[in-house]
């Protein structure tokens, strides 16, 4: 009975409540009608009862306490009751939730593409053991700058004992047609060992197999591919896909989701084939590039296998006196897949970490503040009996509720900036695994939100049920201070706050100015109204020099005709990156030992190719169409070439030769005059985002033979850039219409202008600058409805002090000033820290700085400025109200 | 050490009172310890009842609802075996306190 109506009390505060009540006043009543027995008049009778009784209404919430099973009762009441108290404050309630949904959302969105990007291992089998080898140069140890050579991969794989397998590959564009319109395919031209090392299998159809290298060459599919082009039908195994004119056997498909990307390869692979037994690029001495990878022993550390990969090369390059100086460089697969974007995620999420750290203390400083305007209202509760523990628990679920919308709403938020980032796609390249909320990220939000509601709740609940009703119901009628233990704890929260939006956004501004200094920067030439277009000519259908010749001929000869073209121009070699170089003899400098040549990247152009790009001539002629196959060679030489090894000399008429003199190649090379110089044109270097200038020998291509059999490839790839009449905007339609017009069988690829390949290197530093830009400003926002929070606060508390200062004589000048000053000083602590932790912190970002000083005052004295300024207008508006406070009313008060 | 404050020692007089008279509502359970302790110990009443609630939380107790010997709607309070139980025990170590009080009243 008594366990039932327990239960049922569960359902019913109300009964419950009732029983006691009815219980109680049965028992006043009795002993009422005692006393009248006794004699006394029925008014002392009752008086009598009471007294013996004591409060009835303590007595109650006492025996309500006692019902341990009405918790479960008391905390949905509690819930109910926090949802009333949020809408009864629901500016409160909408800061609140909004800023911490917003810290929530944002740390669990970017946190989650962190994870899929450079925290989870990637999707092949146990990927840590993967290693992957480059060559790096001398100067720069830690960044990959050149492949290894096949011949080095022989050698490794005759000697290595670290690794349990090596496979090599090497990435190639594929024109896949016969079949359909011709499309250009990612190719992946791999060793047999290359997916037995990988540890992949087939999802349909099968691998290559030992011999596969021999006879008719095969080709593996990817899942994607199958999906797009073939809508998965199984009747392609066995088919044949004509790929640069060559036919392949397709003998299986590869398992979705399989991934094997190297450097930063924003793509997967969309067809892979072999490199074939007996091929003359491949034989055992070939300098054909290779990317490398390796499968450690279980035993072996990464360590370990790098020493041994640097003397096995070191022995190897001995061979080969020519060679640029380099070292071995390894790091495990996923670092290599994540080289570029590394810095500017981890950025990113320091910042969100710091908004996050933001969002919750400005929380904490929102629930402070009102848990103070409720003192009272604690007071009251206590006085009528609600025990510190009653308040604690009610004070906790009003917090948990709080944070438990704030959490759903983040949750929201994730989801919304994971798709908003995918669909963005501001790297230009999106994980090989998918990006999703992740599980434990989701995980680690929940933990966060709860630990902080319960951290910041319960302190607050600890200060309510330390509160002393008495002084607490003194001090709100006095007009003194009771809270101004935390109007301190809450003045440290904004400090801190002021502090953190400062190195926040000193790293914006840094990485701001980073890229608005790279945009500035010259180039040399002009990226403006201009097309570029890759074209890939097949040796097969173009096997003499001559033709290919020709065809660059005519095709620019028909680009320049298109209605609003002003130049178009050839060149073999259009790349604003990663250019290497070669040694360059001169006539005039024949005693220059062969390690002290002069060094300068060769680009092979042809007529017009300046004017198109728009680099200006600074001396002496452009090519024209007078040289060619049968006139004297010519070259022209940049200004960085002239200046760094002509030492201000005039180098026109100067004799040099491409190549170094010890190596019988050379020997090929003519001799070329220098008939002109033209500007320097910048670039940059893998992975960093510095332009520079360097040395270039420009060469044209119609008095070069095309080497077909020295090229390792089967096709010989040009670029031809078309730049237009200013405001003329050039159809994609008409250029590959009049490409078409001369070889109907050529796929076009996409056709970029130069500003998007320019904006394309630029990609880091300009998300960087913008999300970091955004997230600074988000953060300022929050610690200026800090200051205010607390300002008001302030104000609201010295309310009858303001009155009694006006009504002795100070004029509303000297309160708005009087409150301006708490408001500014305690910005000032705050951006003194700031500054100082902004110092420390940004000695990590220097890497990530182009053009401007780590520590450049002008940076530092902006942010400054706009912090101050953000918090006097966030104090001033307290302090205005301060400034027409009503000295009679606020003394009449209460 | 046994437990013996005030609280106990109210619980211990409920129970003892229970076990005198039977089941009886709160009311009857101050006037029977009013009279039975010839006036010495009287509670404030109001008290009376956490603590009934409480040791009918602990299973000590029961109770109904039921009417009165004057026709009042009251709730009889009547001892379960744990509450019989738990009064040998209440009993043994007010014994005890009572024991080691007098022993230190007498010590001289």
């Given at each position: 009975m008594s366990l039932f109506r327990r239960i049922s009390n569960l359902f019913s505060r109300g009964k419950l409540e009732q029983e006691i009540q009815d219980e109680i006043r049965s028992h006043i009543d009795m002993r009422t009608t005692g006393n009248i027995e006794a004699g006394m008049d029925p008014e002392q009778a009752h008086r009598d009862a009471l007294l013996r009784f004591g409060n009835p209404n303590l007595m109650k919430e006492r025996v309500v306490a006692q019902d341990a099973a009405l918790t479960l009762e008391s905390l949905a009441a509690d819930v109910r009751y926090s949802f009333h108290q949020l809408l009864r404050n629901r500016g409160f309630a909408v800061i609140t939730i909004l800023t911490l949904a917003?810290?929530?959302g944002a740390t669990t969105g970017i946190f989650s593409i962190l994870n899929a990007w450079i925290i989870q291992p990637l999707p092949l089998k146990d990927p840590q053991q993967l290693i992957i080898f480059w060559r790096a140069a001398a100067e720069v140890p830690n960044e990959p700058a050149y492949y290894f050579s096949w011949r080095d991969y022989i050698y490794f794989t005759q000697r290595s004992h670290a690794f349990q397998s090596l496979g090599a590959s090497f990435e190639r564009s594929y024109a896949l047609t016969g079949n359909g319109e011709p499309e250009n395919l990612n190719g992946g031209i791999m060793s047999r060992t290359l997916f037995s090392t990988l540890g992949v299998s087939a999802f349909r159809g099968r691998l290559f197999l030992p011999d596969d290298d021999m006879g008719q060459p095969v080709a593996v599919i990817s899942h994607a591919l199958w999906?797009?082009?073939?809508?998965?039908?199984?009747?392609?195994?066995?088919?044949?896909?004509?790929?640069?004119?060559?036919?392949?056997?397709?003998?299986?498909?590869?398992?979705?989701?399989?991934?094997?990307?190297?450097?930063?390869?924003?793509?997967?692979?969309?067809?892979?084939?072999?490199?074939?037994?007996?091929?003359?690029?491949?034989?055992?001495?070939?300098?054909?590039?290779?990317?490398?990878?390796?499968?450690?022993?279980?035993?072996?550390?990464?360590?370990?296998?790098?020493?041994?990969?640097?003397?096995?090369?070191?022995?190897?390059?001995?061979?080969?006196?020519?060679?640029?100086?380099?070292?071995a460089?390894?790091?495990?697969?996923?670092?290599?897949?994540?080289?570029?974007?590394?810095?500017?995620?981890?950025?990113?999420?320091?910042?969100?970490?710091?908004?996050?750290?933001?969002?919750?203390?400005?929380?904490?400083?929102?629930?402070?503040?009102?848990?103070?305007?409720?003192?009272?209202?604690?007071?009251?509760?206590?006085?009528?009996?609600?025990?510190?523990?009653?308040?604690?628990?009610?004070?906790?679920?009003?917090?948990?509720?709080?944070?438990?919308?704030?959490?759903?709403?983040?949750?929201?938020?994730?989801?919304?900036?994971?798709?908003?980032?995918?669909?963005?796609?501001?790297?230009?390249?999106?994980?090989?695994?998918?990006?999703?909320?992740?599980?434990?990220?989701l995980g680690v939000a929940a933990a966060l939100t709860v630990l902080s509601g319960l951290f910041f709740g319960a302190y607050p609940a600890f200060q309510a049920a330390k509160l002393n009703v008495n002084q607490a119901l003194r001090a709100s009628s006095s007009g003194a201070s009771a809270a101004s233990g935390t109007l301190r704890?809450?003045?440290?929260?904004?400090?801190?706050?002021?502090?953190?939006?400062?190195?926040?956004?000193?790293?914006?501004?840094?990485?701001?100015?980073?890229?608005?200094?790279?945009?500035?920067?010259?180039?040399?030439?002009?990226?403006?109204?201009?097309?570029?277009?890759?074209?890939?000519?097949?040796?097969?259908?173009?096997?003499?020099?001559?033709?290919?010749?020709?065809?660059?001929?005519?095709?620019?000869?028909?680009?320049?005709?298109?209605?609003?073209?002003?130049?178009?121009?050839?060149?073999?070699f259009l790349r604003m990156s990663d250019a290497g170089t070669e040694p360059m003899q001169m006539d005039s400098q024949r005693d220059v030992s062969e390690e002290h040549l002069p060094q300068?990247?060769?680009?092979?152009?042809?007529?017009?190719?300046?004017?198109?790009?728009?680099?200006?001539?600074?001396?002496?002629?452009?090519?024209?169409?007078?040289?060619?196959?049968?006139?004297?060679?010519?070259?022209?030489?940049?200004?960085?070439?002239?200046?760094?090894?002509?030492?201000?000399?005039?180098?026109?008429?100067?004799?040099?030769?491409?190549?170094?003199?010890?190596?019988?190649?050379?020997?090929?090379?003519?001799?070329?005059?220098?008939?002109?110089?033209?500007?320097?044109?910048?670039?940059?270097?893998?992975?960093?985002?510095?332009?520079?200038?360097?040395?270039?020998?420009y060469t044209d291509y119609r008095q070069q033979q095309f080497d077909q059999s020295a090229d390792s490839s089967d096709f010989t790839r040009m670029s031809f850039v078309v730049r237009t009449r200013p405001g003329v905007s050039l159809s994609d339609a008409a250029i590959q219409r009049a490409i078409w017009s001369e070889d109907p069988n050529l796929p076009v690829g996409q056709i970029k202008s130069l500003g998007e390949m320019v904006s394309g290197l630029q990609t880091q530093p300009r998300v960087r600058a913008r999300l970091l830009t955004v997230f600074a400003g988000l953060t300022l926002l929050l610690a200026a409805i800090g200051i205010y929070g607390v300002m008001a606060q302030s104000v609201a508390q010295r309310y009858r002090e303001i009155g009694i200062r006006m009504a002795l004589g100070a004029d509303r000048n000297n309160v708005l000033r009087l409150v301006l000053k708490q408001g500014l000083s305690l910005t000032l602590f705050g951006v003194v820290l700031g500054t100082i932790l902004g110092l420390v912190a940004v000695r990590f970002m220097k890497s990530l700085l182009y053009g401007i000083s780590a520590n450049s005052p002008a940076t530092y004295f902006g942010v400054i400025a706009v912090v101050c300024f953000v918090s006097l207008i966030a104090s001033f508006l307290p302090a205005r109200r301060a400034a027409t406070i009503d000295p009679v009313r606020s003394l009449r008060t209460e | 050490m046994a437990r013996s404050d005030l609280q106990g020692t109210l619980d211990l007089l409920v129970l003892k009172t229970l076990s005198q008279t039977g089941p009886l509502y709160g009311y009857g359970i101050v006037l029977h310890i009013q009279s039975a302790s010839d006036d010495l110990l009287r509670i404030e009443e109001g008290s009376l009842y956490p603590a009934l609630h409480r040791m009918e939380q602990r299973g000590w107790l029961s109770s109904q609802w039921s009417l009165s010997e004057t026709n009042r709607k009251v709730k009889y309070y009547k001892l379960t075996a744990a509450g019989r139980k738990q009064l040998e025990t209440a009993e043994r170590d007010f014994e005890q306190l009572v024991k080691g009080v007098r022993a230190i009243f007498r010590y001289a």
């Open positions: 917003l810290g929530i999906t797009r082009r073939f809508h998965q039908s199984l009747d392609v195994l066995g088919q044949t896909l004509t790929l640069n004119d060559k036919s392949f056997k397709i003998v299986g498909i590869l398992r979705p989701g399989f991934s094997y990307r190297v450097l930063d390869q924003p793509h997967d692979i969309d067809v892979w084939t072999l490199i074939q037994a007996g091929d003359p690029h491949y034989k055992q001495d070939s300098v054909a590039a290779v990317a490398i990878i390796g499968r450690l022993k279980p035993s072996v550390t990464p360590a370990q296998a790098k020493s041994e990969i640097a003397s096995l090369q070191a022995e190897n390059d001995r061979h080969y006196p020519d060679i640029p100086k380099s070292t460089y390894l790091s495990s697969l996923q670092q290599d897949n994540t080289r570029e974007v590394r810095a500017s995620l981890l950025v990113l999420g320091g910042a969100v970490g710091l908004m996050l750290l933001i969002a919750c203390t400005n929380t904490a400083s929102l629930i402070v503040g009102r848990n103070i305007q409720r003192e009272k209202e604690f007071a009251i509760r206590a006085a009528l009996g609600s025990s510190a523990r009653r308040l604690l628990v009610q004070l906790l679920v009003e917090n948990l509720v709080l944070y438990g919308i704030s959490g759903a709403l983040g949750l929201l938020i994730a989801f919304g900036s994971v798709r908003g980032f995918i669909a963005w796609n501001p790297f230009g390249a999106l994980p090989a695994q998918p990006v999703t909320v992740s599980l434990p990220v704890s809450r003045s440290i929260i904004v400090l801190t706050q002021i502090a953190l939006s400062v190195v926040l956004l000193i790293g914006a501004s840094l990485l701001l100015t980073t890229f608005l200094r790279l945009n500035a920067q010259p180039l040399g030439f002009n990226p403006a109204d201009t097309a570029v277009i890759n074209l890939s000519l097949s040796h097969k259908r173009y096997p003499s020099g001559t033709q290919l010749t020709q065809f660059a001929d005519r095709l620019v000869q028909r680009l320049r005709t298109l209605p609003g073209v002003d130049a178009a121009g050839m060149t073999l300068a990247v060769p680009v092979t152009v042809g007529p017009g190719f300046f004017q198109a790009m728009g680099i200006a001539t600074i001396a002496g002629r452009d090519f024209s169409e007078s040289d060619v196959q049968a006139t004297r060679p010519v070259a022209l030489l940049n200004e960085e070439a002239v200046q760094r090894y002509f030492a201000g000399k005039n180098p026109i008429g100067e004799q040099l030769r491409i190549g170094n003199p010890k190596d019988a190649e050379t020997q090929k090379n003519p001799w070329l005059e220098v008939v002109g110089i033209v500007a320097s044109t910048k670039s940059t270097r893998y992975n960093q985002i510095a332009w520079e200038s360097r040395p270039e020998v | -």
